[in-house]
């Protein structure tokens, strides 16, 4: 009996020390963080010597017209920027998911914009949307066509557009493993029964890969509400407040208006705002997981 008990115990034992250690490593600054929210907290001071003020700074932000627009610039970026990447990365994975000669080279090449650093992707977009010799501007101006204001009146739409070219990449590795993992029996019984191309993709290949892309989603959803780098390069929140991100709204609260509680309290807005996608996003994913079981099973018996 207790030989069963410590067999049961044993690998419980052995997470234990990792268990504890990553808890330590998640919990303490979580905590940091919220206790901080709590205080009226400067960079002068230690926290425990900060004005305890309960919710105000949650009220203050609550109230406050420049968090709603940054919140809402970063809603509206994250929408764009992971809808358009999700279209494209997929339809690339989609397309390119046959055997072509030199595939290996074609991959390595489509990767390469998510490997360059943030700091480096923001100074080339700056230079590429530069007024009156940037790239974009020139190609305009060969053609006979007036040069467009890239980060003054369209500065969002700038910032949308090189981070879709750095993170489609991303869609798409994801997306052409999810494809190329898809079990070969419920393809062959499409083809079958008579699937057209776009009709196997539509009622097959889609569905069963929907666990993946929604997880795919999440985590590149996830990493727009944390954009900074490329945008403070870029345009540092300008015009005005029309880029100004949540992150970097944060960052500015902390450094330059030196409010540690009140960009203490502004993270945890955006973290419950994350948590509250994650659980939403999980919960589809399991729908679409059941569904995906489904069609899979569907298939093996019609074969």
């Known amino acids: 009996m207790r030989r069963s008990v410590a067999n049961r115990l044993t690998p419980y034992m052995f997470l234990a020390p990792a268990a504890v250690i990553m808890a330590i490593a998640l919990l303490y600054p979580l905590g940091y963080m919220i206790w901080g929210s709590f205080r009226d907290w400067n960079p002068s001071q230690t926290i425990g010597e900060a004005e305890f003020v309960g919710l105000k ?7 406050d017209p ?4 940054s919140l809402g610039v970063t809603l509206k970026f994250a929408f764009f920027v992971v809808s358009f990447e999700m279209v494209i990365g997929v339809g690339l994975a989609l397309l390119l998911d046959r055997d072509i000669r030199g595939m290996s080279v074609l991959r390595t090449l ?6 360059i650093a943030p700091v480096v992707v923001g100074l ?14 020139r190609f305009l ?6 040069s467009v204001d890239w980060l003054g009146q369209h500065a969002l739409m700038s910032i949308i557009i090189a981070d879709i070219w750095q993170w489609t990449p991303f869609i798409f590795i994801l997306s052409l493993a999810a494809l190329q993992s898809l079990p070969s029996s419920a393809l062959e019984a499409a083809r079958i029964d008579g699937a057209t191309g776009w009709q196997q993709i539509v009622h097959i290949k889609l569905p069963l890969m929907m ?9 590149r959803l996830i990493d727009a509400f944390k954009v900074l780098e490329v945008i403070l390069v ?12 949540l992150a970097l709204r944060i960052s500015r609260t902390a450094t330059e208006f030196r409010e540690l ?10 973290l419950m705002l994350l948590l509250l996608l994650t659980v939403a996003m999980f919960a589809f994913n399991r729908l679409q997981e059941i569904r995906a079981a489904r069609t899979r099973a569907a298939a093996e018996e019609g074969v």
């Open 234 to 245: 870029m345009t540092q929140g300008g015009p005005g407040l029309s880029t100004e991100i």
């Open 124 to 137: 080339m977009w700056r230079y590429m949307y530069h007024p009156t010799v940037g790239t974009f501007n």
């Open 211 to 219: 666990p993946v892309l929604i997880v795919t989603a999440l985590l």
């Open 261 to 270: 509680g009140v960009a203490a309290a502004m993270s945890n807005y955006l």
């Open 57 to 63: 700074n949650y009220v203050t932000l609550w109230n």
């Open 141 to 146: 101006e060969d053609i006979g066509l007036p």
């Open 110 to 115: 489509f990767i390469l914009p998510m490997m």
């Open 66 to 69: 420049n968090f709603h627009e």
